[in-house]
């Protein structure tokens, strides 16, 4: 199947600072990615569409100035955790498609993100 | 509104034995149906969908799953649980809309932890 990298794995940062996390898509071109957040034994909840060339679609409830998103090309969206606290410690899982309408979703390893 | 129901928490099964992981779903159009699973501090890793077809999906690693368009249902089954089958287990939605609307957005239930034991 198609190959999504996605970099950092884990990363420790201080209260305040910002955090990017970046996911690649390996051999495919990927119009739309998706980024999910995950908490301890739970499901993987959407917080935003990324669309290349445009602006990014969230969920509602994210807040769009805490998490930017930018899909500069087709094979690149990038998670920016800006500000972060504590309470943004969080998995974070990327994923794309390789087809339109009938394709499954293919996933990054996840980011783990630990906020002192 | 798309969503998805996992009514079980955890699955317990013993190796050797058949197992069913339970999924329920609800979407306004045709519904395009997904199972992941996911080991620790890991992605999801795709086992089968159903789009369009026959009701009776085979997946990766001796999977399938049957898609029941009265009972609104997509679960998870294989013959003959493994130990290495533990896992988190989740089934996914997804409006079939083709258009220009339609992001493609996959919606996930809340998982099921398979626990197979020796």
């Known amino acids: 199947g198609a190959v999504v990298s996605q970099h950092p794995s884990r990363v420790i940062c201080k209260s305040g600072t910002s955090v990017k996390i970046e996911c690649r898509s390996l051999?495919?071109?990927?119009?739309?990615m998706f980024w999910y957040r995950q908490f301890p034994k739970q499901s993987l909840m959407l917080m935003a569409t990324?669309?290349?060339?445009?602006?990014?679609?969230?969920e509602q409830g994210v807040e769009k100035d805490k998490f930017l998103i930018n899909h500069a090309s087709l094979t690149l969206s990038t998670l920016t955790v800006t500000s972060a606290h504590p309470e943004d410690s969080s998995f974070y899982i990327c994923?794309?498609?390789?087809?339109?309408?009938?394709?499954?979703?293919?996933f990054g390893e996840g980011s783990r993100l630990t906020v002192l | 509104a798309q969503s998805v129901a996992q009514p079980e928490d955890q699955v317990n099964v013993a190796e050797g034995n058949p197992l069913t992981v339970k999924c329920t779903y609800s979407?306004?159009?045709?519904?395009?149906l997904f199972w992941y699973v996911q080991y620790p501090n890991r992605g999801l890793q795709f086992l089968l969908k159903?789009?369009?077809?026959?009701?009776l999906v085979k997946g990766s690693y001796g999977f399938e799953a049957e898609f029941n368009k009265s009972q609104t249902s997509f679960h998870l089954k294989k013959p003959s649980a493994l130990v290495s089958d533990s896992a988190l287990y989740f089934c996914?939605?997804?409006?079939?809309?083709?258009?220009?609307?339609?992001?493609?957005?996959?919606?996930f239930g809340q998982g099921t932890t398979l626990q197979v034991k020796p």
């Open positions: 990324s669309n290349e060339g445009s602006k990014a679609t969230y």
């Open positions: 996914a939605v997804r409006d079939g809309h083709h258009g220009s609307s339609n992001t493609g957005k996959l919606i």
């Open positions: 051999d495919f071109q990927a119009t739309t």
């Open positions: 979407v306004s159009g045709n519904p395009y």
């Open positions: 159903y789009i369009t077809g026959d009701n």
């Open positions: 994923s794309a498609r390789s087809e339109l309408y009938t394709g499954e979703l293919f």
